[in-house]
């Protein structure tokens, strides 16, 4: 006699999901939360996205930083230094592990 194991609960069992924990500064976690919100994701599905970036240096999915350039420039004093263009270039999120903390480093530009 076998078991039998239904089609939902063998679908379940191999694409479960991990969870990861991190702990990060309150304000960090701020600014997460504000840009989740701006671009209507949710911060699992941010998290997510930056982790798969950063492992692969590609990932379909908008962090919306058009919208906080554009933000920005609404803000901005109409006397600005020269900015630094960005345009056909994609950002490198450089990240790494500080005393068993993931810690986002500095964010550099390469051709796309």
Excluded at 15 to 44: D, F
Excluded at 53 to 69: R, T
């Amino acid at each position: 006699m076998g078991v039998f194991i239904s089609r939902k609960l063998m679908f379940t069992a191999i694409n479960m999901t991990r969870t990861v924990s991190a702990r990060i500064p309150t304000e960090l976690h701020e600014e997460l939360r504000e840009r989740c919100n701006l671009v209507g994701e949710s911060v699992s599905d941010f998290v997510e996205a930056a982790i798969e970036f950063a492992l692969y240096g590609s990932v379909d999915f908008d962090f919306g930083d058009e919208l906080i350039e554009e933000s920005e420039e609404e803000t901005k004093p109409s006397v600005m230094k020269e900015t630094k263009n960005h345009e056909g270039k994609k950002p490198v999120i450089h990240l790494h592990w500080d005393n068993g903390e993931l810690v986002q480093g500095e964010t550099t530009w390469e051709p796309k």
